[in-house]
């Protein structure tokens, strides 16, 4: 996994930009952390055109890693896991949790697809890297041999690795997240935008 990170596309982010999923400017999210990117997750998921670009993307990323089955914790994280699933060569099945008293669960029928099997996990965002700790967790308990972690933006700076699996955030190759310390939007003098994630 210690491979190059693959850029984005310049044509899938001025696909994104035209049609209004992803802004530049100056934005701080609740972590505190800030950006010169936002990326309208929801409209982007609700985008089957936007949403397979990105799901392409993130499997090329894992081409050569034998993913057996792509597994989401979040409803956001469901659709993008689709597409992951599906440009995988070969083909990945999809699992993804449902809330269960709050706690992200899989259902037990499929744990045929993850017991023994090589996982993918794949959300939207990373912001704390909790959810998918907790996920990563259960789903090795099942007898999953996690393998990574992939998202359209990994929005916690600090987390490279999640439960010990390396990470990858499509976003990241282009555009960083700061503390707020460090943030160089901050020296030029501009106020951020504060953003609801």
Same mark, same amino acid.
């Given at each position: 996994?210690?491979?190059?990170?693959?850029?984005?596309?310049?044509?899938?982010?001025?696909?994104?930009?035209?049609?209004?999923?992803?802004?530049?400017?100056?934005?701080?999210?609740?972590?505190?952390?800030?950006? !010169?990117?936002?990326?309208?997750?929801?409209?982007?998921?609700?985008?089957?055109? !936007?949403?397979?670009?990105?799901?392409? !993307?993130?499997?090329?990323?894992?081409?050569?890693?034998?993913?057996?089955?792509?597994? #989401?914790?979040?409803?956001?994280?469901?659709?993008?896991?689709?597409?992951?699933?599906?440009?995988?060569?070969?083909?990945?099945?999809?699992?993804?949790?449902?809330?269960?008293?709050?706690?992200?669960?899989?259902?037990?029928?499929?744990?045929?697809?993850?017991?023994?099997?090589?996982?993918?996990?794949?959300?939207?965002?990373? $912001?704390?890297?909790?959810?998918?700790?907790?996920?990563?967790?259960?789903?090795?308990?099942?007898?999953?041999?996690? $393998?990574?972690?992939? !998202?359209?933006?990994?929005?916690?700076?600090?987390?490279?690795?999640?439960?010990?699996?390396?990470?990858?955030?499509?976003?990241?190759?282009?555009?960083?997240?700061?503390?707020?310390?460090?943030?160089?939007?901050?020296?030029?003098?501009?106020?951020?935008? #504060?953003?609801?994630?």
């Amino acid at each position: 996994m210690g491979r190059e990170r693959p850029p984005l596309d310049p044509v899938i982010v001025a696909d994104l930009k035209r049609e209004g999923l992803l802004r530049e400017g100056h934005f701080v999210f609740r972590s505190g952390h800030h950006s !010169a990117c936002l990326l309208d997750r929801d409209r982007l998921l609700a985008d089957p055109g !936007a949403a397979s670009h990105m799901g392409y !993307a993130l499997a090329k990323r894992f081409f050569t890693d034998h993913v057996a089955t792509v597994a #989401a914790p979040s409803i956001w994280g469901a659709g993008l896991a689709q597409w992951v699933g599906y440009f995988l060569d070969p083909k990945a099945k999809v699992v993804y949790a449902t809330p269960r008293n709050g706690v992200p669960t899989v259902a037990e029928n499929l744990g045929g697809l993850i017991r023994d099997r090589r996982v993918l996990l794949v959300d939207n965002l990373i $912001i704390s890297g909790q959810t998918l700790t907790q996920f990563a967790a259960q789903l090795e308990a099942l007898g999953a041999e996690v $393998i990574g972690i992939g !998202a359209l933006w990994n929005l916690n700076r600090d987390a490279t690795e999640i439960g010990g699996h390396p990470v990858f955030g499509l976003l990241n190759t282009l555009y960083e997240v700061h503390a707020a310390s460090h943030c160089p939007l901050c020296e030029l003098g501009g106020t951020p935008e #504060a953003v609801g994630y």
